[in-house]
């Protein structure tokens, strides 16, 4: 798998899934609050050690232990209305959580390749499992242009979460051409990171052809008006041109390369959040 999926906790518990006597625990149902979504997964391994992420370090114990007692898949009910009295989850709420200790490996394989063909996927639930299939969307994918610290200061950040990313710089370019590389797919951010805006029209024009969910340019009032009038004399459409965020990021204002990766990395993940299925 590439970087960017094994970035998601709910494809690497998937990712494990695929291998023998690995067990996947799914929550199917919330009743209350809880920190994870619905249809977030786990994966136990034989030797008790798991993958993914289930935000309570006690109800992945819990899961562990009860997966190991079952020989079928099963729903069962932790926190509120639980028969498992000794047991409770902090939030007060409840969770129906799937256990199944032999889940389908062709499934798991064939959903994981299509996530790598960078496809919406599904996983079919056994039918007992209250949701009939989990639904997947391929990773958050970076494709960053720019120059200087910004630049480097994204790409670093980028690679610490382990997202896939590409990190093209100014001199990898060639002014007035776009990129090169493949069309943005719809689970793909773009974002400009240049101090010479002349640099940016022919990736801009590139850009918002493609579905990539997310478009940023960095740059102030002056540049973002002057970048608005360049593409539309070049006759890119009024729609297209409105989907170019600037300027970038979360903050209101950014004085270092660290703090604008950071703003802009954090809108971006946001965004992508918001495209899940259970978001």
Known sequence: MTAGHLADEDHRALAAACQPDVGLCTIVGIDGSFSRRLGAQLAVLPDGSVVGDLADTCLERQLVSDLDDIGEPAVV???????????????????????????DRKACRDTLDQLERREPASLMLPANAIMARRAFIPGLKLRV???????????DLADALGLATDAVAKDALSLGRGSGLPPADRWTAVLLLFHEHEWELALLE???????????????????????????????????????RSPVGTLPACRTAQTLALSALSEIVGEYERLRPNA
């Open 206 to 244: 590139e850009a918002v052809e493609s579905p990539a969910f997310y478009i940023g340019a960095q740059g102030g009032h002056t540049a973002r008006e002057a970048r608005a009038n360049a593409l539309a004399g070049k006759g890119v459409s009024e729609q297209s041109i409105a989907r170019i």
């Open 77 to 103: 009910r932790y926190g509120a209305g639980s028969s498992k009295i000794d047991f409770r989850l902090p939030c007060g709420g409840g969770l129906d959580i799937l256990l199944d200790p032999a889940p």
């Open 145 to 155: 242009f720019g120059e200087g610290a910004e630049l480097a200061a994204i790409r």
